[in-house]
């Protein structure tokens, strides 16, 4: 029996005004899967995601949860499904330690008081859970590397105990050996049997995690690729719309993959 997916999507469509921003999109992300979200700048990417979890609903069209029929108007909507969202801004608190902005806006307290040996045990046994590293989760946000910074934001994510996580460019500021911890995390999420809907321009990242890719191209779907078996230039003429530039007339073996 086929898994049934996490959320469906289907038809829908999010206008601005005189600007069409979503039309007709159609998208599945099932438990377990790394579906990467691509498309050039404007191609409605982040108001999908903000459609998603709430931020900005759709004007029209049908979203299910895992077979059945749902609305998400507002972020607790889709925090009750299930559905984080790690936005590239982090939205970190600079000044707050590692344990404080884990349970910012759901402190744990005890007898009227902050409970902070409570918050500090359940903040460390998650970071272990998930082979996550931090020196000193008592140090200010603002110290820690940009890497250090995107996974406590992740791990914040995670405390609700989502189904769907959706992450916003997380690689973008980070390094070589930053961007290669935040895949494995990532990687580690799957296997854990959430779903993962990675908004990247990077197709190294892609190609590292990834299951499926998912193209939008002025607010259309433009395309739903197999990592697997798609080649790079399939991806990128998706992407630009280009279908007879001369990257998509290179021609590419039955054999070929990503590079």
């Known amino acids: 029996m086929p898994v049934q997916p996490l959320l469906t999507l289907r038809g829908v469509s999010k206008r601005f005004a005189a600007v069409q921003a979503l039309m007709d999109v159609e998208l599945e992300i099932s438990g377990g899967e790394v579906v990467a979200l691509m498309g050039d700048n404007a191609a409605g990417k982040s108001t999908l995601v903000k459609v998603i979890s709430g931020v900005g609903p759709a004007d029209k069209g049908v979203m299910e949860w895992q077979g059945r029929a749902i609305q998400i108007r507002r972020p607790q909507d889709a925090h009750v499904l299930g559905i984080a969202t790690v936005y590239q801004d982090l939205a970190m ?29 359940r903040t ?6 998930l082979s996550i590293r931090i020196p ?33 460019e997380p690689t973008a500021s980070l390094g070589v050996e930053q961007t290669g911890q935040l895949l494995d995390l990532i990687e580690e999420l ?21 299951d499926r890719v998912a193209v ?16 790079q230039e399939q991806i990128i003429s998706s992407i630009t719309g280009a279908a007879d530039n001369s990257v998509a007339q290179r021609t590419t073996h039955p054999e070929e993959t990503w590079p």
């Open 124 to 129: 460390r046994e998650l970071l272990h859970t």
């Open 93 to 121: 608190c600079d000044n707050l330690d590692v344990v404080g902005n884990l349970f910012l806006g759901r402190e744990i307290h005890r007898l009227g008081v902050l409970d902070e040996v409570e918050m500090e045990r």
């Open 216 to 231: 939008l191209r002025l607010g259309r779907n433009n395309g739903l690729f197999d990592v697997n078996t798609a080649s």
């Open 136 to 168: 000193d989760v008592r140090v200010p946000v603002a110290s820690l590397s940009g890497g250090q910074r995107q996974v406590v934001a992740i791990t914040r994510s995670l405390l609700g105990e989502p189904r769907l996580l959706l992450l916003d």
């Open 190 to 210: 799957r296997d854990r049997g959430l779903g993962v809907l990675l908004i990247s321009h990077n197709m190294g990242d892609i190609k590292a995690v990834a």
